[in-house]
């Protein structure tokens, strides 16, 4: 079992910049890749981001590519999401999860509660 909990989210202004964190317990955070979705109001859960192992392959949704950037401390068992030149579009709940590498929430057997994140525009 691993439990995740996310942190970071909050209001921030159109092309300011948010790092949202994973704080993972319970079995070995780093046995697992490691996911980021996003779900807005009204629509469904989408893929943001993705990482194998500590140092291992990214993938990102285009809708974010350059702006996000997803990383990993074993030492600390968190994962963390930088996200940059926010936009309005980026308003959600994030999720963090883990399970095996992968762009399809299917994927991913662990997720955290969710945190806000808001941009104004």
């Known amino acids: 079992q691993v439990q995740l909990v996310e942190s970071g989210g909050g209001l921030v202004q159109a092309g300011g910049s948010l790092r949202l964190s994973c704080a993972a317990s319970?079995?070995?955070?780093?046995?697992?890749?490691m996911g980021w979705f996003r779900q807005a109001p009204g629509k469904e859960r989408e893929f943001v981001a993705a990482m194998v192992g500590s140092n291992g392959g990214t993938v990102y949704a285009d809708s974010v590519k350059g702006r996000f950037t997803i990383s990993r401390d074993s030492a600390k068992n968190t994962g963390y999401l930088q996200m940059n030149s926010l936009k309005s579009e980026d308003t959600a709940v994030y999720y963090c999860a883990a399970g095996i590498f992968s762009t399809s929430y299917k994927g991913y057997g662990y997720w955290g509660q969710g945190t806000q994140v808001t941009v104004s525009s």
């Open positions: 319970g079995r070995t955070f780093g046995g697992y890749a």
